[in-house]
């Protein structure tokens, strides 16, 4: 079965497999577009694919929304799920906030692309 199936290109294990639409390594659980022909050539075009929380990709400008309620420290109500953030921006983040934004009633703040999906 793994014969016709490519190796991680991340760890280049052998024992690969396709869920999907996208294939899977079960030993470093690194994931991947089978059209892209790994993870290398998406790095050495120096384009960043960001995906929200259903899978859409996602760039500089869009509209997206909060799909679950997030705590926010030194303040006393955190941001609902269902909130709309406009005109966002992709940046290089720390722990995983790759989206610069502004929220309306919060201000200037980062979000994880896995706690937002696109409107």
Not at 18 to 35: D, I, Q, R, T, Y
Not at 101 to 115: D, T, Y
């Amino acid at each position: 079965m793994s014969d016709n199936l490519p190796a991680c290109p991340s760890c280049s294990s052998e024992y690969t497999y396709e869920m999907n639409g996208l294939m899977v390594c079960p030993e470093c659980a690194h994931e991947w577009m089978p059209s892209e022909g790994g993870a290398g050539q998406a790095a050495d075009s120096g384009e960043r694919v960001i995906r929200d929380s259903v899978g859409n990709v996602l760039s500089d400008g869009d509209t997206v929304t909060v799909v679950k309620a997030l705590k926010v420290k030194g303040s006393v109500s955190g941001i609902k799920a269902g909130t709309k953030v406009r005109n966002i921006r992709l940046v290089d983040g720390v722990d995983g906030h790759d989206i610069d934004c502004r929220i309306e009633g919060f201000g200037a703040m980062q979000l994880k692309s896995s706690v937002v999906k696109k409107a």
